[in-house]
Protein backbone atom coordinates (compact mmCIF):
# COMPACT_ATOMS: atom_id res chain seq x y z
CA UNK A 1 0.00 0.00 0.00
CA UNK A 2 1.20 3.41 -1.06
CA UNK A 3 1.77 5.45 2.26
CA UNK A 4 0.59 9.38 1.92
CA UNK A 5 3.26 11.94 1.90
CA UNK A 6 1.92 13.65 4.49
CA UNK A 7 2.73 10.83 7.19
CA UNK A 8 6.21 9.56 6.47
CA UNK A 9 7.93 9.93 10.10
CA UNK A 10 10.46 12.00 9.74
CA UNK A 11 10.35 12.38 6.32
CA UNK A 12 10.47 16.41 4.59
CA UNK A 13 6.91 17.37 3.10
CA UNK A 14 6.80 17.45 -0.88
CA UNK A 15 6.59 21.59 -1.71
CA UNK A 16 3.51 20.94 -2.73
CA UNK A 17 2.62 19.51 0.95
CA UNK A 18 4.61 22.18 2.82
CA UNK A 19 2.13 25.06 0.93
CA UNK A 20 -0.98 23.06 1.48
CA UNK A 21 0.05 22.42 5.30
CA UNK A 22 0.83 25.74 5.56
CA UNK A 23 -2.40 27.49 4.39
CA UNK A 24 -4.52 25.30 6.49
CA UNK A 25 -2.94 26.20 9.77
CA UNK A 26 -5.07 29.47 9.53
CA UNK A 27 -7.65 28.51 6.79
CA UNK A 28 -9.31 25.21 9.59
CA UNK A 29 -9.13 27.65 12.63
CA UNK A 30 -10.58 30.81 10.98
CA UNK A 31 -13.68 28.61 9.51
CA UNK A 32 -14.22 27.49 12.60
CA UNK A 33 -14.05 30.88 14.00
CA UNK A 34 -16.43 31.94 11.20
CA UNK A 35 -19.08 28.85 12.03
CA UNK A 36 -18.92 30.05 15.69
CA UNK A 37 -19.66 33.42 14.71
CA UNK A 38 -22.34 33.46 11.18
CA UNK A 39 -23.64 29.61 12.32
CA UNK A 40 -26.76 30.53 14.89
CA UNK A 41 -27.35 26.64 15.34
CA UNK A 42 -23.64 26.23 16.29
CA UNK A 43 -23.33 28.81 19.23
CA UNK A 44 -24.90 32.05 19.96
CA UNK A 45 -26.31 31.93 23.62
CA UNK A 46 -26.52 35.68 24.25
CA UNK A 47 -29.37 38.05 22.28
CA UNK A 48 -28.55 41.19 21.10
CA UNK A 49 -31.16 43.52 21.81
CA UNK A 50 -32.79 45.60 18.60
CA UNK A 51 -36.03 46.99 20.40
CA UNK A 52 -36.59 47.55 24.16
CA UNK A 53 -40.14 47.41 24.00
CA UNK A 54 -41.18 48.17 27.28
CA UNK A 55 -38.49 46.59 29.29
CA UNK A 56 -36.59 50.08 30.86
CA UNK A 57 -33.42 48.72 31.83
CA UNK A 58 -32.84 47.58 28.09
CA UNK A 59 -31.27 49.16 25.46
CA UNK A 60 -30.42 48.75 21.90
CA UNK A 61 -27.73 47.10 21.34
CA UNK A 62 -27.18 45.81 24.55
CA UNK A 63 -26.40 41.67 25.07
CA UNK A 64 -28.56 39.56 27.38
CA UNK A 65 -28.53 35.40 27.86
CA UNK A 66 -30.84 33.67 26.28
CA UNK A 67 -32.72 32.52 29.38
CA UNK A 68 -33.19 35.84 30.32
CA UNK A 69 -34.47 37.27 27.38
CA UNK A 70 -37.07 34.67 26.64
CA UNK A 71 -38.33 35.02 30.46
CA UNK A 72 -38.74 38.95 29.36
CA UNK A 73 -40.41 38.16 26.17
CA UNK A 74 -42.96 35.74 28.05
CA UNK A 75 -43.94 38.25 30.97
CA UNK A 76 -44.05 40.89 28.59
CA UNK A 77 -46.58 39.02 26.56
CA UNK A 78 -48.08 37.54 29.57
CA UNK A 79 -48.68 41.03 30.91
CA UNK A 80 -50.04 42.54 27.54
CA UNK A 81 -47.09 44.58 27.28
CA UNK A 82 -44.54 45.43 24.04
CA UNK A 83 -42.31 42.43 23.91
CA UNK A 84 -38.44 43.11 23.43
CA UNK A 85 -36.97 42.27 19.98
CA UNK A 86 -33.57 40.80 19.44
CA UNK A 87 -31.45 39.03 17.32
CA UNK A 88 -28.95 35.41 18.36
CA UNK A 89 -25.95 36.54 18.87
CA UNK A 90 -22.52 35.78 20.35
CA UNK A 91 -21.12 37.48 23.53
CA UNK A 92 -19.71 40.51 23.30
CA UNK A 93 -16.00 39.93 23.75
CA UNK A 94 -16.49 37.13 20.70
CA UNK A 95 -16.66 39.37 17.79
CA UNK A 96 -16.79 38.05 14.36
CA UNK A 97 -14.01 37.82 11.61
CA UNK A 98 -15.69 40.49 9.63
CA UNK A 99 -15.93 42.83 12.63
CA UNK A 100 -12.17 42.08 13.40
CA UNK A 101 -11.44 42.93 9.78
CA UNK A 102 -12.98 46.00 9.92
CA UNK A 103 -11.28 47.48 13.44
CA UNK A 104 -7.92 46.13 11.88
CA UNK A 105 -9.19 48.27 8.19
CA UNK A 106 -10.15 51.55 11.22
CA UNK A 107 -6.90 51.27 13.42
CA UNK A 108 -4.93 52.88 10.29
CA UNK A 109 -7.40 55.33 8.65
CA UNK A 110 -9.62 56.53 11.48
CA UNK A 111 -8.33 58.67 14.17
CA UNK A 112 -8.32 57.30 17.84
CA UNK A 113 -11.66 58.51 19.74
CA UNK A 114 -9.34 60.19 22.46
CA UNK A 115 -7.94 63.41 22.00
CA UNK A 116 -4.78 62.41 22.68
CA UNK A 117 -4.76 58.65 22.28
CA UNK A 118 -2.14 56.92 19.80
CA UNK A 119 -3.00 55.31 17.00
CA UNK A 120 -2.42 51.37 16.89
CA UNK A 121 0.34 51.24 14.63
CA UNK A 122 1.88 54.15 17.18
CA UNK A 123 1.23 51.61 20.26
CA UNK A 124 3.00 48.91 18.20
CA UNK A 125 5.46 50.67 17.18
CA UNK A 126 6.26 51.69 20.89
CA UNK A 127 6.54 47.78 21.47
CA UNK A 128 9.00 47.41 19.18
CA UNK A 129 10.99 49.59 20.29
CA UNK A 130 10.86 47.90 23.90
CA UNK A 131 11.49 44.82 22.69
CA UNK A 132 14.49 45.98 20.45
CA UNK A 133 16.86 47.21 22.90
CA UNK A 134 15.17 44.65 25.57
CA UNK A 135 16.09 41.92 23.39
CA UNK A 136 19.23 43.60 22.12
CA UNK A 137 20.85 44.15 25.49
CA UNK A 138 19.97 40.57 26.74
CA UNK A 139 21.84 38.92 23.96
CA UNK A 140 24.95 41.09 24.02
CA UNK A 141 25.17 39.81 27.45
CA UNK A 142 24.17 36.24 27.01
CA UNK A 143 25.23 35.45 23.61
CA UNK A 144 29.26 35.40 24.81
CA UNK A 145 28.02 34.10 28.06
CA UNK A 146 26.58 31.15 27.33
CA UNK A 147 29.57 30.40 24.54
CA UNK A 148 31.99 30.48 27.07
CA UNK A 149 29.74 28.58 29.37
CA UNK A 150 29.62 26.08 27.14
CA UNK A 151 33.29 25.47 25.98
CA UNK A 152 34.77 25.82 29.03
CA UNK A 153 33.82 23.78 31.87
CA UNK A 154 35.17 26.07 34.81
CA UNK A 155 33.08 28.73 33.39
CA UNK A 156 29.93 26.60 33.31
CA UNK A 157 30.87 25.76 36.76
CA UNK A 158 30.83 29.37 38.25
CA UNK A 159 28.02 30.81 36.27
CA UNK A 160 25.30 27.94 35.57
CA UNK A 161 24.20 27.24 38.95
CA UNK A 162 22.74 30.92 39.58
CA UNK A 163 21.79 30.90 36.66
CA UNK A 164 19.78 27.72 37.16
CA UNK A 165 18.29 29.69 40.32
CA UNK A 166 17.81 32.37 38.81
CA UNK A 167 15.77 31.43 35.98
CA UNK A 168 13.50 30.26 37.77
CA UNK A 169 12.57 33.23 39.42
CA UNK A 170 9.78 35.27 37.63
CA UNK A 171 10.51 38.49 35.91
CA UNK A 172 7.40 40.44 36.52
CA UNK A 173 8.30 40.00 40.26
CA UNK A 174 10.99 42.57 39.72
CA UNK A 175 8.90 45.14 38.59
CA UNK A 176 8.94 47.33 41.49
CA UNK A 177 12.39 47.24 42.03
CA UNK A 178 12.81 48.06 38.40
CA UNK A 179 10.85 51.15 39.03
CA UNK A 180 12.45 51.87 41.80
CA UNK A 181 15.80 52.12 40.24
CA UNK A 182 14.84 53.05 36.36
CA UNK A 183 12.32 55.30 36.91
CA UNK A 184 8.48 55.09 35.53
CA UNK A 185 9.04 55.32 31.54
CA UNK A 186 10.04 52.75 29.48
CA UNK A 187 13.71 51.52 31.61
CA UNK A 188 12.07 48.84 33.60
CA UNK A 189 9.77 47.47 30.80
CA UNK A 190 13.07 46.75 28.97
CA UNK A 191 14.69 45.38 32.24
CA UNK A 192 11.83 42.93 32.40
CA UNK A 193 12.50 41.76 29.25
CA UNK A 194 16.16 41.46 29.25
CA UNK A 195 15.50 39.47 32.99
CA UNK A 196 12.87 37.36 31.36
CA UNK A 197 15.70 36.34 28.34
CA UNK A 198 18.86 36.81 29.33
CA UNK A 199 19.11 33.85 31.65
CA UNK A 200 17.64 31.28 29.55
CA UNK A 201 19.37 32.61 26.68
CA UNK A 202 22.59 31.81 28.42
CA UNK A 203 21.91 28.24 29.28
CA UNK A 204 20.28 27.54 26.12
CA UNK A 205 23.18 28.69 23.91
CA UNK A 206 25.60 26.55 26.52
CA UNK A 207 23.92 23.68 25.64
CA UNK A 208 23.88 24.52 22.20
CA UNK A 209 27.73 24.76 22.67
CA UNK A 210 28.13 21.15 24.23
CA UNK A 211 26.07 19.97 21.45
CA UNK A 212 29.64 20.76 18.45
CA UNK A 213 30.85 17.57 17.13
CA UNK A 214 34.61 16.91 19.11
CA UNK A 215 35.39 15.48 15.67
CA UNK A 216 36.16 18.82 14.85
CA UNK A 217 37.71 20.18 17.63
CA UNK A 218 40.07 16.87 17.57
CA UNK A 219 40.50 17.53 13.58
CA UNK A 220 41.79 21.39 14.08
CA UNK A 221 44.15 20.29 16.98
CA UNK A 222 45.65 17.87 14.72
CA UNK A 223 46.00 20.12 11.68
CA UNK A 224 47.73 22.75 14.18
CA UNK A 225 45.21 24.73 15.55
CA UNK A 226 46.21 26.24 18.77
CA UNK A 227 43.87 25.93 22.02
CA UNK A 228 43.59 29.71 22.40
CA UNK A 229 42.04 29.50 18.90
CA UNK A 230 39.69 27.02 18.46
CA UNK A 231 36.92 29.29 20.38
CA UNK A 232 36.96 31.80 17.18
CA UNK A 233 37.77 29.67 14.69
CA UNK A 234 36.02 26.49 15.02
CA UNK A 235 33.97 26.28 17.97
CA UNK A 236 31.59 29.78 17.13
CA UNK A 237 31.76 29.41 13.55
CA UNK A 238 30.59 25.56 14.26
CA UNK A 239 27.61 26.14 16.32
CA UNK A 240 26.26 29.85 14.24
CA UNK A 241 23.67 28.09 12.61
CA UNK A 242 22.47 26.25 15.77
CA UNK A 243 23.07 29.99 17.02
CA UNK A 244 20.75 31.39 15.03
CA UNK A 245 18.16 28.90 15.23
CA UNK A 246 18.33 30.03 19.24
CA UNK A 247 18.14 33.32 18.91
CA UNK A 248 14.77 32.81 16.66
CA UNK A 249 12.89 31.08 19.22
CA UNK A 250 14.45 33.07 22.01
CA UNK A 251 13.04 36.53 20.04
CA UNK A 252 9.28 34.82 20.80
CA UNK A 253 9.83 34.83 24.29
CA UNK A 254 10.75 38.02 24.63
CA UNK A 255 6.99 38.90 23.21
CA UNK A 256 5.68 36.75 26.12
CA UNK A 257 7.33 39.18 27.99
CA UNK A 258 6.19 42.42 26.42
CA UNK A 259 2.51 42.65 27.64
CA UNK A 260 3.46 42.47 31.48
CA UNK A 261 6.82 44.65 31.10
CA UNK A 262 4.54 47.11 29.73
CA UNK A 263 1.98 47.00 32.46
CA UNK A 264 4.91 48.19 34.54
CA UNK A 265 4.99 51.93 35.78
CA UNK A 266 3.47 54.47 32.96
CA UNK A 267 1.18 52.56 30.63
CA UNK A 268 2.19 52.54 27.29
CA UNK A 269 2.43 50.18 23.71
CA UNK A 270 0.25 48.03 22.51
CA UNK A 271 -0.70 46.77 25.93
CA UNK A 272 -2.11 49.85 27.08
CA UNK A 273 -3.94 49.85 23.74
CA UNK A 274 -5.92 46.61 24.65
CA UNK A 275 -6.48 47.49 28.15
CA UNK A 276 -8.10 50.51 27.30
CA UNK A 277 -10.06 49.34 23.96
CA UNK A 278 -11.00 46.10 26.90
CA UNK A 279 -11.94 48.83 29.25
CA UNK A 280 -14.63 50.23 26.85
CA UNK A 281 -16.07 46.82 25.43
CA UNK A 282 -14.39 47.42 22.21
CA UNK A 283 -13.11 44.05 21.55
CA UNK A 284 -12.92 43.74 17.85
CA UNK A 285 -9.79 46.15 18.24
CA UNK A 286 -8.29 43.72 20.90
CA UNK A 287 -8.53 41.02 18.74
CA UNK A 288 -7.04 43.51 15.77
CA UNK A 289 -4.63 44.67 18.10
CA UNK A 290 -3.43 40.98 19.01
CA UNK A 291 -3.89 39.67 15.26
CA UNK A 292 -0.94 42.55 14.61
CA UNK A 293 1.07 41.02 17.59
CA UNK A 294 1.09 38.02 15.84
CA UNK A 295 1.28 38.86 11.98
CA UNK A 296 3.96 41.12 13.23
CA UNK A 297 5.89 38.37 15.30
CA UNK A 298 5.24 35.67 12.14
CA UNK A 299 6.43 38.12 9.65
CA UNK A 300 9.73 38.45 11.19
CA UNK A 301 10.28 35.16 12.10
CA UNK A 302 10.00 34.10 8.50
CA UNK A 303 12.19 36.65 7.21
CA UNK A 304 14.61 35.08 9.76
CA UNK A 305 14.20 31.95 8.47
CA UNK A 306 14.79 33.09 4.69
CA UNK A 307 17.71 35.13 5.95
CA UNK A 308 18.91 31.97 7.47
CA UNK A 309 18.58 29.99 4.73
CA UNK A 310 20.77 32.43 2.90
CA UNK A 311 23.54 32.94 5.47
CA UNK A 312 23.72 28.74 6.07
CA UNK A 313 22.73 26.96 2.98
CA UNK A 314 24.81 23.83 4.55
CA UNK A 315 22.23 23.84 7.51
CA UNK A 316 19.73 20.77 6.73
CA UNK A 317 17.21 22.15 9.54
CA UNK A 318 17.84 25.66 8.64
CA UNK A 319 16.75 24.67 4.92
CA UNK A 320 13.74 22.50 6.04
CA UNK A 321 12.65 25.22 8.30
CA UNK A 322 12.50 28.00 6.11
Not at 199 to 212: D, E
Amino acid sequence: MRRSPWLRILRPLTPRARIACGVLAFVLPLALWSLVSYVPAIWHPQVRITDPGSVSYLDTGAYLPRAAFDTEVADARHEQRAAPKGVSANPIYLPSPGQVLQAFYRAFTTRPETKDGPWLYQSLWHSIQIIFWGYMISSLLGVPLGILCGAYAAMARLNEPFLEFFRYLPAPAFGALAVAILGIYDGPKIAIIVIGTFFQQVLIIANTTRKLDPALLEAALTLGTRSRQLLTRVVIPGILPDLYRDQRILLGWAWTYLIVAELIGTTSGITWFITQQARYQHFANVYAAIAMIGILGLGTDLLLARLGRSLFPWDRALVKSA
